[in-house]
């Protein structure tokens, strides 16, 4: 299964509200999982099952979709949220991720 | 507090074997699915596949061929073995605990550089 992220890059200020698409090319229920990655560092899970927050990741960012369309949005932009994200379908092996998001500051 | 961290050579030479090995603290090898994800520098990230406790393992098919996943439960440890390596194989390799709901404790990762 493929996803596609969409924009591959956006630059936004602080306070901003920033959504991220991801879209499957086939299906995969409510399978889906978000993480965010800092330069440096390994990927951190952030909202799994589409839409269920991580306990501990701030309530500014959000998940929704099914089956092949998807949405992460992060309600107002913080410095410490400047990264890249991915999706990942856990639906069906192998499982995959999708190209990344990076979201830098304006 | 789960920790995972992967060990193994930072270089390897084209077509030999690169092993790692990950340690698994603060749980228990046999309560979890263990896998391992690669990421090329510059992009994005690739599932190589798991291996559970008693030994059974799902490997990406795009990597099968190559790929041996096993796990030691005396040392709480498990590992991979990719032969005929590439440069193509250079990339920060994780370790991670995987679940239905995905991946949720990660290893820092290593790089592995295939050059001669």
């Known amino acids: 299964i493929q996803l596609t992220q969409s924009p591959s890059s956006l630059s936004a200020s602080v306070g901003d509200r920033v959504t991220i698409t991801c879209r499957a090319s086939?299906?995969?229920?409510?399978?889906l999982v978000w993480y965010q990655q800092k330069p440096g560092n390994a990927p951190k899970l952030l909202i799994y099952?589409?839409?269920t927050l991580r306990g501990g990741v701030p309530s500014r960012f959000s998940g929704s979709g099914s089956e092949a369309n998807f949405t992460l949005t992060i309600s107002s932009l913080q410095p410490e949220d400047f990264a890249t994200y991915y999706c990942?379908?856990?639906?069906?092996?192998?499982?995959?991720f999708g190209g990344g998001t990076r979201v830098e500051i304006k | 507090q789960v920790q995972l961290q992967e060990s193994g050579p930072g270089l390897v030479k084209p077509s030999e074997t690169l092993s790692l090995i990950c340690t698994v603290a603060?749980?228990?090898?046999?309560?979890?699915?263990w896998s391992w994800i690669r990421q090329p520098p510059g992009k994005s990230l690739e599932w190589i596949g798991y291996?559970?406790?008693?030994?059974?393992?799902h490997y990406n098919p795009s990597l099968q061929s190559r790929i041996t996943m096993s796990v030691d439960t005396s040392n709480n440890q498990f590992s991979l073995k990719l032969t005929s390596v590439t440069p193509e194989d250079t990339a920060v390799y994780y370790c991670?605990?995987?679940?239905?709901?995905?991946?949720?404790?990660w290893g820092q990762g290593t790089l592995v550089t295939v050059s001669s």
């Open positions: 291996v559970y406790y008693d030994g059974s393992t």
């Open positions: 990942q379908q856990v639906n069906i092996y192998p499982r995959t």
């Open positions: 991670a605990r995987e679940d239905v709901y995905g991946s949720g404790v």
């Open positions: 603060g749980d228990s090898i046999g309560s979890s699915y």
């Open positions: 099952a589409a839409s």
């Open positions: 086939q299906g995969v229920r409510n399978s």
